[in-house]
């Protein structure tokens, strides 16, 4: 090898190793999550007592968290179902398709999406619409009176429901 | 002087030969005006970049400022509101002027060999506007622009293997949230306006090297003339159009006001700009397992049909008249992207499902036997219920109430089961989809089931006897002195208002928001009239027109005035009035976004814009006038001089 083949080579080596430096955490910064959630705890909802029994309610409560470099108390809000004073099924306001807020047609006793007319039963299943599967239930528990939450958001938009 | 300036720069630096390069080009066939179109596209992103810019003196991404640095900057800061009212439709315009530029070059068989990679740069040029205008609109982080950034970033979601990573990457994380909005910003200030410009230096360069495709016929071909200034000077008139046109519609179509983002608000029905409706629309057709198709498949098939087309179309004829089935598939394309857009615009973005019978679920909502006990009983304690929830504040029952609800007598009552009572009183729109009476889904079942006793107990008497429950005024909750009514209200205005006093709402969503939290009371509109037995007053206060001590012309104060008692709530004045204000702020029944919303519709009740420039350095409409005005001044001198010195 000559040696200004040799040096062409040696600039392309150290071009590639350069961008390979820098490139490949620059790339990870981007592609990595910063912004990952802790294990969600338990929010206190309110008491439940008053609430109708077998109709769709939404509470909203407020519950500390941190986003980035915020911390502060946000206002979330859950679906709630009383089947008895001591049962209730708590579902996520986050439709499962694209992350839209649902709301409940109490004419035709359903769930529906506004963003694109996804529609769910009272028990969540999927009925109509583009919802690839159907909605998520939140662990909650009742306590002398008082649910509890834990607000957990869904990956939208896949047939299987995990949590992020 | 000069000439030795420029002798001095030449010697050091190519000027002249960089001028002539740019300014000597022979344009076949001559100059025209439908040749301004690329030009255009030019001068709306110099425009961009340079109103962009402005506003990045006062805009703060973050999710707590967003918004309301661009509300500053709109009414707060000297022509703000041209600065932002230029960048917002420029954003727009740019997109119809490129799709114009695009449609004029297919006409023209512009695209064919040897401009292949023109096109391609065209095609990417398209591409980058539209991811422009995507990621420009959540960095306002008002309603529009982040449920159009949570639709858009989970669309990509859909894509299949990379979805997950693609969203992740373009999010910051799984959600939408701060890290969204920085990432957003990022590309669109600083990754965009750089590849935008380098874009346009390929494309212009490639368009350059074969010159100008003139026209399609042989005589038409034999002329030619100068690009300077022949065809400078139509770009020019043609831009000045153009920002004579976004200056008018900075002045008369300010872009509106959509909230404060608000993940709460379920009232608000999200929907794409303009320009991605027919995205949203071909949306709809694919779901299920088919739903990537529409997502991801339709998108990439129109770009490839874009991309193919110079490859494909190898017919060296240009001629429009000749090449039908070329025109025919551009027609197709255009009419299905401009179809779709058309239907999207029109649906009404709420669900349209189709109706499935499910099982009516509130028959369920009181299991047999679960709360009554005695009847009577039960009458007595649901006549109390009735006044103290307010419900007589609009049915007049047993020879007293309101007037804004039906009578509540043997007449009205009889016809009703236990059932339909309890479904009217926890979900009025069950029966009546377009009723004002609120669901009332605070009272336990218990308290429904007195009230449903005490209503059906009414149903079984004359309407005429105030029978049963006349007892129940002398049970009325204490009356308190009014001397501590004042001071209640006193206490009120001495509270300070909430955050949603210094948010601008957007007054057209705040309609919705009041006609279901505020108008059951208020009336609808705020027109008051409705009774509240009990208050010294005898009515609740109208809204519109308002206390003349609540109003102020300027909108900030006047926010701050009816804030305070949005908030806190208020009771009014009286011996026990039945219907006193809720503080909708402190229980968070609304949120901040939605107050703000409510705030902004009661002020243009009467007649006060929330958006209201405080400081516009100039009156819009007095600008647009003497902006109009420079323009025709020159317009008569050029004329002039024309005439005088003969010029064609």
């Keep these: 090898m000559q040696r200004r083949g040799f040096l062409k080579w040696l600039v392309s080596c150290l071009a590639v190793i350069n961008g390979l430096i820098l490139g490949i955490p620059f790339i990870g910064t981007l592609l990595s999550s910063a912004a990952t959630r802790g294990k969600a705890a338990w929010s206190r909802v309110g008491a439940v007592d008053r609430l109708p029994l077998g109709v769709p309610v939404e509470v909203r409560f407020q519950s500390s968290g941190t986003e980035a470099y915020f911390h502060r108390s946000d206002l979330n809000s859950v679906w709630i179902i009383m089947h008895s004073r001591g049962d209730a099924t708590v579902f996520s306001p986050v439709c499962t398709h694209l992350g839209c807020h649902f709301t409940w047609n109490q004419q035709h006793g359903r769930f529906e999406c506004p963003c694109h007319a996804s529609v769910f039963a009272l028990d969540g299943t999927v009925l109509y619409g583009p919802a690839p599967r159907r909605l998520d239930t939140l662990p909650a528990k009742i306590e002398k009176g008082v649910l509890y939450v834990e607000y957990e958001r869904f990956q939208v938009g896949t047939p299987e429901k995990k949590v992020i | 002087m000069m000439s ?123 591409l980058t506007t539209m991811v422009f205008s995507f990621t420009g609109a959540p960095l306002h982080w008002d309603q529009r622009g982040y449920w159009a950034g949570e639709v858009g970033t989970s669309i990509a979601g859909t894509a299949p293997v990379v979805g997950d990573l693609i969203k992740r990457f373009l999010r910051g994380g799984q959600e939408m ?69 976004l200056i008018g519609l900075a002045v008369f179509l300010p872009p509106s006001y959509s909230g404060k983002a608000d993940v709460l608000d379920t009232s608000y029905v999200p929907k794409p700009e303009w320009n991605f409706l027919f995205l949203y629309q071909a949306l709809k057709y694919f779901q299920g397992v088919l739903e990537p198709v529409g997502t991801v498949g339709v998108p990439t098939l129109l770009v490839l049909l874009m991309i193919i087309l110079p490859f494909v179309d190898r017919n060296p004829q240009r001629d429009p008249f000749k090449r039908p089935i070329a025109m025919l598939c551009g027609l197709l394309f255009a009419g299905a992207i401009g179809g779709l857009t058309i239907i999207g615009y029109l649906s009404p973005g709420v669900a349209e499902a189709p109706v499935i019978s499910v099982g009516k679920t509130s028959g369920q909502a009181q299991p047999a036997g679960t709360a009554v006990t005695d009847r009577e009983e039960g009458a007595r304690r649901g006549s109390q219920v009735f006044k103290s929830s307010g419900c007589s504040g609009c049915h007049r029952a047993g020879g007293e109430g309101g007037t804004i609800g039906p009578e509540l007598s043997a007449t009205t009552l009889s016809a009703r089961d236990r ?82 006093a210094y948010v601008i709402g957007s007054a057209g969503h705040g309609e919705e928001l009041f006609r279901r939290n505020c108008s059951s009371c208020h009336g609808p509109g705020g027109t008051g009239g409705v009774r509240n037995p009990g208050s010294e007053e005898g009515t609740v206060p109208s809204l519109h027109p308002i206390d003349s001590e609540l109003f102020s012309a300027e909108a900030q104060q ?53 958006g209201q420039l405080v400081n516009p350095g100039m009156a819009p409409r007095k600008f647009f006038v003497l902006a109009a005005v420079l323009y025709a001044v020159l317009f008569l001198v050029q004329g002039g001089l024309r005439l005088r010195k003969d010029i064609p």
């Excluded at chain 2, 590309?187 to 965009?192: D, K, Q, S």
């Excluded at chain 2, 429950?469 to 004042?486: F, V, W």
């Design chain 2, 419 to 500: 059932q339909w009572l309890i479904d009217q009183i926890r979900t009025p729109k069950s029966h009546f989809p377009n009723t004002i009476m609120p669901p009332y889904s605070g009272l336990s079942g218990q308290e429904v089931s007195d009230l449903v006793d005490y209503l059906l107990g009414l149903a079984g008497t004359a309407s005429a006897s105030p029978a049963a429950p006349s007892q129940a005024p002398e049970e009325a909750p204490p009356a308190k002195s009014a001397a501590g009514e004042s001071r209640d209200t006193q206490f009120i205005q001495e509270r300070l208002p909430g955050p949603a």
């Design chain 2, 177 to 245: 949230g701060q890290l969204t909005l920085s990432r957003f910003f990022a590309v669109h200030t600083m990754i965009l306006p750089a590849s935008l410009a380098a874009l346009f230096g390929i494309h212009i360069t490639a368009m350059r090297r074969f010159g100008s495709v003139g026209p399609w016929n042989e005589t038409g071909r034999s002329t030619s003339g100068p690009f300077w200034p022949d065809q400078v000077y139509k770009d020019a008139v043609s831009g000045t159009l153009v920002l004579f046109l």
């Design chain 2, 558 to 610: 006047f926010a701050e005035n009816i804030d305070k008692y949005i908030q806190h709530g208020s009771s009014p004045a009286g011996s026990g009035p039945a219907l006193s204000m809720p503080a909708f702020g402190d229980t968070h029944s609304l949120t901040q976004q939605e107050i703000a919303g409510i705030e902004a519709y009661v002020l243009r009740l009467n007649g006060v814009d929330r």
């Design chain 2, 4 to 126: 030795h300036m420029l002798k001095w720069i030449n010697e050091r630096w190519p000027l002249d030969a960089v001028i002539r390069a740019t300014l000597e080009e022979d344009i076949v066939g001559g100059s025209r005006y439908v040749y301004t179109l690329g030009s255009a596209v030019f001068i709306v992103f110099v425009l961009q970049a340079a109103s962009g810019v402005m506003q990045l003196f006062f805009y703060v991404p973050t999710v707590d400022h967003a918004y309301d640095s661009i509300s500053f900057l709109r009414t707060r800061v000297p022509f703000g509101w041209l600065i932002h009212g230029l960048h917002y439709w420029g954003a727009n315009i740019m997109v119809v002027l490129v799709v114009l530029h695009m449609a004029r070059v297919f006409i023209w068989g512009a695209y064919k060999k040897p401009r292949e990679l023109t096109w391609l740069m065209g095609v990417t040029l398209l």
